[in-house]
């Protein structure tokens, strides 16, 4: 009796766990299996009836192509300053909500708008905001002597500077809040034995700040890399990869290639290698986290 009823508990798992996994491969495998395969046919969305299986034909198109280069260097800049920015503006908004002021609970509520902000109304937002003829960064600037006349950032070569700076403005809060909830979990006796020691504030935040939400920031900091890759909202609304494709990135010419092209064979196949890069830039940066981790810091190491 016993042993039978051992043998059902060892069955029960997988009974419980079978809805959401039948669900997950649903929803990621098959899509998954889906694009890889539609990456090897030449299809067309003109005549989708007619794809014709080449290979990796595809594959060799995208990477001889000027254009994709070019993309995934923009891509590389994309991803590297608005996740580095936000971070750091994050950990700072972080530090300063973290200390008590009056109004405190208000400005937590209010930080979190830009990051419940829609991307296509950030996008106009600082597109406005960015106008050659009456945008306001463009009025602060000349105010404060920076530059003599109005300039249009999004059609100069360094426009996808202003969309990295829409980017950085919409996701440093997620950033903010979720380093200071790690924050307010880090006991306080910490803190005070550090001071009793002789720890200055520098050598808190070094030695036991860092260390305790360091698994919230490897978290946070995935997700950030993951969205910010795959986010293309803010470049496609602002300046639709131009002018002349200085602010063109993976997404956005994946886009074009499958529905203005028609190329979807193509853009299936920058999807892939999109993806592939992506995974292989978190296991370094895993990788190199962990490497960190164990060289270790002692307490209040200077």
């Known amino acids: 009796m ?5 043998e059902k508990e060892r069955f029960t798992p997988f009974l419980l766990l079978g ?14 299996f889906q694009a890889l395969r539609l990456s090897l046919f030449d299809a067309s969305l003109l005549r989708p009836d ?6 990796l034909t595809n594959y060799l198109n995208v990477l ?14 994309w991803v590297v300053g608005c996740v580095t920015l936000q971070f750091t503006i994050g950990m700072l908004g972080a530090l300063l909500l973290n200390r008590e002021f009056p109004g405190r609970g208000l400005v937590r509520g209010l930080s979190l708008i830009p990051w419940a902000t829609s991307g296509v109304l950030v996008s106009l937002m600082w597109t ?6 009456y945008g306001v960064i463009n009025d602060i600037l000349v105010r404060l002597g920076l530059i003599s006349q109005y300039r249009p950032w999004l059609a100069l070569p360094i426009s996808l500077g202003g969309v990295i700076a829409a980017n950085v403005w919409q996701g440093a809060p997620f950033f903010a809040v979720m380093l200071l ?4 979990s880090v006991p306080q006796e910490l803190y005070e034995a550090a001071r009793i020691d002789g720890a200055g504030r520098f050598q808190q935040f070094r030695s036991v700040t860092i260390p305790l939400i360091m698994p919230t920031i490897v978290i946070t900091t995935m997700l950030r890399i993951v969205w910010t890759a795959n986010y293309m909202d803010l470049v496609f609304v602002m300046t639709g990869g131009g002018p002349g494709n200085a602010s063109i990135i993976l997404p956005v010419l994946s886009y074009i290639t499958a529905y203005k092209k028609l190329k979807v064979g193509e853009a299936t196949a920058m999807a892939v290698l999109q993806a592939i890069l992506l995974i292989i830039t978190l296991f370094v940066y895993l990788r190199l986290v962990n490497r960190k981790g164990e060289g ?3 307490l209040y190491e200077v």
């Open 128 to 133: 406005w905001m960015l106008d050659g003829n």
């Open 64 to 77: 001889r192509d000027p254009l994709f280069l070019r993309s995934l260097l923009n891509s590389a800049i």
């Open 19 to 32: 809805p959401a996994l039948l669900l997950m491969l649903l929803i990621v495998a098959y899509p998954l």
């Open 2 to 6: 016993l042993r039978r009823l051992n």
């Open 296 to 298: 270790g810091l002692s």
């Open 50 to 55: 007619r794809a014709r299986f080449v290979g």
């Open 181 to 184: 909830a790690a924050m307010q």
